[in-house]
T-cell receptor, first 114, second 111 residues
Framework: DTGVSQDPRHKITKRGQNVTFRCDPI?????LYWYRQTLGQGPEFLTY????????KSRLLSDRFSAERPKGSFSTLEIQRTEQGDSAMYLC????????????FGPGTRLLVL | GENVEQHPSTLSVQEGDSAVIKCTYS??????FPWYKQELGKRPQLIID?????GEKKDQRIAVTLNKTAKHFSLHITETQPEDSAVYFC??????????FGKGTRLHILP
């Protein structure tokens, strides 16, 4: 499968714990985006990278959230001290800037904070 | 920042009829308008997109129209089929920028 992949697909954690998600973009895609989607809503932008540089962070991204893309390939999204309000689907997407804006989504990681 | 409004939130149409979903955007600098289809428990899938240098684009039973002056764009699905049942999201972005999504339209195709 040469599409965007995410791991894990599901995560259940207790409030206060830290969690980390991974996204592997389509190879050669230089842009990588993180979105959050709650039930009945559209994906909300969190942050994005071009290669290893983090270019923008949404105001939705509190200081408990951190994202990295150290080698310009896969990315990780970490949530520290999780809260029940963090429960959502976390989606990753990638694109090739040369192909302008078309973004391809991964299957998502569904997080449930108890 | 950009704001995308989408209507209706739910739409039921008889199989074989047409469905229309409408969106508006606020940032006149937006120039790319993708539409995504999301089935229950699955990832959003791009079904069609339009750039601001054209007013209409068609792909088989799906068409999108764009009115830049009014900042409106619409998705038209003709001859609807049961497999068209899903949530549809419109979105807008500026060149090489993040995508801002609407809240989605849940489309039900009635037998």
């Amino acid at each position: 499968d040469t599409g965007v992949s995410q791991d894990p697909r599901h995560k259940i954690t207790k409030r206060g714990q830290n969690v980390t998600f991974r996204c592997d973009p389509i190879s050669e895609h230089n842009r990588l985006y993180w979105y959050r989607q709650t039930l009945g809503q559209g994906p909300e932008f969190l942050t994005y990278f071009q290669n290893e540089a983090q270019l923008e962070k949404s105001r939705l991204l509190s200081d408990r959230f951190s994202a990295e893309r150290p080698k310009g390939s896969f990315s990780t999204l970490e949530i520290q001290r999780t809260e029940q309000g963090d429960s959502a689907m976390y989606l990753c997407a990638s694109s090739l800037v040369r192909n302008q804006e078309t973004q391809y989504f991964g299957p998502g990681t569904r997080l449930l904070v108890l | 920042g950009e704001n995308v409004e989408q209507h209706p939130s739910t739409l039921s149409v008889q199989e074989g009829d047409s469905a229309v979903i409408k969106c508006t955007y606020s940032d006149s600098a937006s120039n790319y308008f993708p539409w995504y289809k999301q089935e229950l428990g699955k990832r959003p899938q791009l079904i069609i997109d339009i750039r601001s240098n054209v007013g209409e684009k068609k792909d088989q039973r799906i068409a999108v129209t764009l009115n830049k002056t009014a900042k409106h764009f619409s998705l038209h699905i003709t001859e609807t089929q049961p497999e068209d049942s899903a949530v549809y999201f419109c979105a807008a972005s500026k060149r090489d920028d993040k995508i801002i999504f609407g809240k989605g339209t849940r489309l039900h195709i009635l037998p």
